[in-house]
């Protein structure tokens, strides 16, 4: 589905769910992370952009204090009081089907700013952002609903306060032990440009990529293992992290640098360790690729790129078969750099490829994955773009 075919969606979804027109169309898009992984919740540095895949939320004020939300993803609408929002969230979130866990938790983070008799909304959501590829659908619905809600409940939040309300929803409301990253790039993204984060000032930076100009595309290499960040392995990374971080005597590893290492590896076991030099050394990755890029250009960075990914593989271990063939391949057949991007565990790798040799990786990784007996993988390019607004 394309945005605008999402936004068609979100309407006719609207005008099913109420038999009216919506106030008004809102969207916010995907990401993808250039480089800066798992370094968002350790307080250091990420450099994700926004994509021209977006989420759509058709929305109109209700004049009672319900708030119902339905979504293409399903095929019934879920109507909560907006006194009860604070019962159901974190305590008895289960009750609530999972998909509309990530709408209401936006309304309800964001419901200590409006006033005591704010109405509620009618909220239709569709996307055209791939769900379970590593390029966070789940931030898109967050950030499309809270600039929706900010702008009808006329709070007047900054783009940072509504990316914060968005994690909230997340981590309480779905339940996903997750970072910042997504929805800051989801609310701060530019064209043509990454977005340089420090996640614990939560400054941002637009970085011009110069992509275009350097006859380059991304390619978005989708290896279709699904990935669920609300369980498992992301879990305990970040607990490897934390542990690390204790132990090391600070308040998060953004305080250590690629110095402390040696006394990382005398003080602390062998996996914590290498958790450690993955966040240590991804931090600074991050920001040689800020230089790199304003120094030298895009074409200089793929050495970061797959250093990035060995990190990932070796160090924090997230990565998995199929990804390790995406981003070889892609290699092999000329990409300036891959690695894989999100999460990990699954979702997708990214290539960033010449122009002229978009066709040839494709089929280099498609055959790769036909050979290796992978299921067949979703290859396509993405934009850098703008960030959340009125659709
Ligand atoms: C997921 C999380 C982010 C971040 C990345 C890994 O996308 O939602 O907060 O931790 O994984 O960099």
Redesign the pocket.
């Known amino acids: 589905m394309t945005t605008t075919d999402a936004a068609t969606a979100a309407r006719e979804l609207f005008t099913a769910l109420t038999g009216a027109a919506p106030a008004g169309l809102w969207s916010a898009p995907g990401r993808v ?1 250039l480089i ?6 350790n307080d250091g540095f ?1 450099l994700p952009f926004a994509i021209t895949h977006r989420t759509v939320a058709a929305v109109s004020p209700r004049s009672d204090r319900v708030v119902r939300v339905a979504s293409t993803f399903a095929p019934d609408a879920v109507e909560v009081p907006l006194g009860d929002l604070d019962d159901l969230f974190p305590a008895r979130r289960d009750e609530i089907a999972e998909w509309a866990r990530y709408p209401l938790g936006v309304v309800w983070a964001l419901q200590g700013h409006a006033a005591s008799d704010a109405t509620g909304f009618d909220i239709a959501i569709a996307s055209a952002v791939p769900v379970g590829a ?1 390029l ?1 659908s ?2 898109a619905i967050e950030c499309a609903v809270a600039v929706a809600v900010d702008e009808l409940w006329a709070l007047g939040l900054d783009r940072s306060a509504l990316a914060l309300a968005g ?1 909230r929803a ?1 981590n309480e409301a779905v339940g ?1 032990p ?5 929805q800051m790039a989801s609310m701060h993204g530019e064209a043509d440009a990454a977005i340089f984060l420090d996640c614990r000032s939560l400054k941002a930076r637009a970085v011009p990529l110069g992509f275009a100009e350097a006859g380059l595309e991304v390619l978005v290499i989708d290896t279709r293992v699904s990935h669920a ?1 609300s369980t498992g392995g ?1 879990r305990e990374r970040r607990a490897s992290c934390e542990l690390g971080a204790r132990l090391m005597g600070v308040p998060a590893l953004r305080d250590l640098g690629v110095d402390d290492l040696p006394r990382a590896q005398e003080l602390l076991d062998d996996v914590t360790f290498r958790r450690v030099r993955h966040i240590v050394t991804e931090d600074q990755r991050v920001l040689d690729t800020v230089r790199t890029l304003g120094e030298e250009g895009p074409l200089a960075i793929g050495a970061l790129l797959l250093a990035s990914h060995a990190s990932m593989r070796d160090d924090f271990e997230i990565s998995v078969p199929e990804l390790d063939t995406a981003v070889a391949t892609a290699m092999a057949a000329g990409a300036v750099g891959a690695r894989m991007t ?3 565990f699954g979702g997708a790798a990214i290539a960033v490829v010449d122009r002229g040799l978009v066709s040839p990786v494709t089929a280099a990784v498609e055959q790769a994955f036909a050979d290796a007996g992978y299921r067949a993988p979703h290859i396509f390019t993405v934009t850098p773009a703008a960030g959340a607004g009125r659709a």
């Open positions: 992370n800066g992984e798992h370094t968002d919740y990420v590593g966070s789940s931030a994690r997340e996903a997750t970072g910042v990253m997504d960040h992301y999100g999460g990990g």
